[in-house]
């Protein structure tokens, strides 16, 4: 007597195989914008992350500091905060001590600090009426 073959079905199989073929590349795809989308966005981030990124610290007196960053295939971040006009014109070389001013500033004190050619770090200090400055800080990785 003639045995039975038991038939096996090979169409889930292939369902499931085509279904991992097409999932991969429309995953990479919709991550792919996703991360795109995301990237480059200017977004607040913690002052204390940000000046150590900058390898600073902010001053015992900064008032209203707000700190931003951008990161894709660079990292830039920016700080912003007020001091006292009377310690505004020390805290740049103190922080940056191997600094120097660069070649134009448009405002009314700038240095600029570079670390193994990776780090750049950009101060600008700009006076303001009632006794106040305004300190700017970029810092930029390549």
């Known amino acids: 007597m003639g045995e039975k073959r038991a038939r096996r079905r090979w169409w889930p199989w292939?369902?499931?195989?085509?279904?991992?073929?097409?999932?991969?590349?429309?995953g990479m795809i919709v991550w792919g914008a996703y991360a795109l989308s995301e990237s480059g966005r200017e977004q607040a981030v913690?002052?204390?992350?940000?000046?150590?990124?900058?390898?600073?610290?902010?001053?015992?007196?900064?008032?209203g500091a707000r700190c931003t960053g951008q990161h894709w295939q660079d990292t830039l971040?920016?700080?912003?905060?007020?001091?006292?006009?009377?310690?505004?014109?020390?805290?740049?070389?103190?922080?940056?001590?191997?600094?120097?001013?660069?070649?134009?500033?448009?405002?009314?004190?700038?240095?600029?600090?570079?670390?193994?050619?990776?780090?750049?770090?950009?101060?600008e200090v700009v006076y303001e009426d009632g006794g106040t400055a305004l300190v700017r800080l970029r810092a930029f990785d390549v």
């Open 14 to 26: 292939a369902a499931a195989a085509a279904g991992v073929l097409c999932a991969v590349p429309a």
């Open 46 to 63: 913690d002052c204390g992350k940000a000046m150590e990124f900058a390898r600073a610290r902010l001053p015992a007196g900064a008032e």
């Open 77 to 123: 971040v920016e700080v912003e905060f007020r001091l006292p006009r009377a310690e505004a014109a020390a805290w740049p070389a103190a922080a940056y001590p191997a600094g120097a001013p660069p070649y134009s500033c448009a405002a009314d004190l700038c240095r600029s600090a570079s670390f193994d050619e990776q780090l750049y770090v950009a101060v």
